[in-house]
């Protein structure tokens, strides 16, 4: 595969890892599709590092709390989701070593997502505290690791069970997928290496730019609309694309 394809790959990865369309699926698919040699689920995980980085340096003020102690309560939130997701994350990931995005674990989070719109429109919440919010996020994000269910999707929905102003809700979603991907990309570069020579980096490249870019879009323009029509326009991306993967079987 030559590097053309690689950077598409790095573009859907960087817009997608924020969408509630599995990033995850869609860089797998794509990679199939453009005869990747890596293993196609391997090389969407790799492609994580890209967003990864944009998460940091989007959200530096938060980490650079996180690192001089400063914010405890975002320090113990994402301690429990990280120790929640990794162990869940890794073990989903080897058993679906050769999946690709499915159709029904998209629609799945669109329905969640409707139900976040609905919660959001009647203002809803089921009063869960912080704690019990980053445990039941925090399995989401582990489950996402299934190619096609939403990492982002799943873990808004979850996080909207609670009392949060929508923007935590982004926030929280957004900076609890770094401690994850960070340790997925780590493992990769311990034990599968080889298969990401210097062709593949020019998408990391785009899967920095466009990620940095899609993150700040998506943040500005959640605060400009009623989130309840937010939740509700992901939901119908994630309906529209298990329509595709249906289609295109």
């Known amino acids: 595969m030559d590097t053309v394809n690689y950077f598409i790959l790095g573009l859907l990865q960087g817009v997608f890892e924020w969408i509630p369309i599995s990033s995850e699926g869609v860089v797998a698919l794509a990679a199939r599709y453009l005869g990747a040699k890596q293993n196609p689920?391997?090389?969407?995980l790799f492609l994580h590092a890209g967003t990864l980085l944009a998460a940091l340096i989007y959200y530096r003020r938060d980490w650079m709390r996180i690192l001089t102690l400063k914010d405890w309560p975002l320090i113990r939130f994402l301690?429990?989701?990280t120790a929640v997701s990794l162990p869940l994350g890794f073990a989903v990931s080897r058993i679906a070593a050769q999946a690709v995005m499915g159709a029904g674990l998209l629609a799945l989070t669109g329905v969640g997502l409707l139900f976040t719109a609905?919660?959001?429109a009647k203002k809803i919440n089921l009063k869960l505290g912080k704690n019990k919010l980053a445990g039941i996020a925090g399995v989401l994000q582990g489950l996402a690791a299934l190619p096609g269910f939403s990492r982002s999707g799943s873990t808004i929905f979850g996080l909207s069970l609670g009392n949060l102003p929508p923007a935590q809700v982004l926030r929280l979603s957004y900076l609890m997928s770094v401690p994850a991907v960070a340790a997925s990309t780590a493992y990769l570069a311990l034990f599968e290496a080889e298969q990401f020579t210097l062709t593949v980096w020019p998408a990391l490249a785009a899967s920095f730019a466009v990620g940095i870019l899609t993150l700040d879009?998506?943040?500005?323009?959640?605060e400009k609309i009623n989130f309840a029509k937010f939740a509700l326009a992901f939901a119908l991306l994630c309906f529209a694309g298990a329509a595709l993967e249906l289609a295109m079987r």
């Open 41 to 44: 689920v391997d090389l969407a």
């Open 79 to 81: 301690a429990i989701a």
């Open 118 to 120: 609905y919660f959001q």
């Open 217 to 222: 879009l998506l943040t500005k323009f959640a």
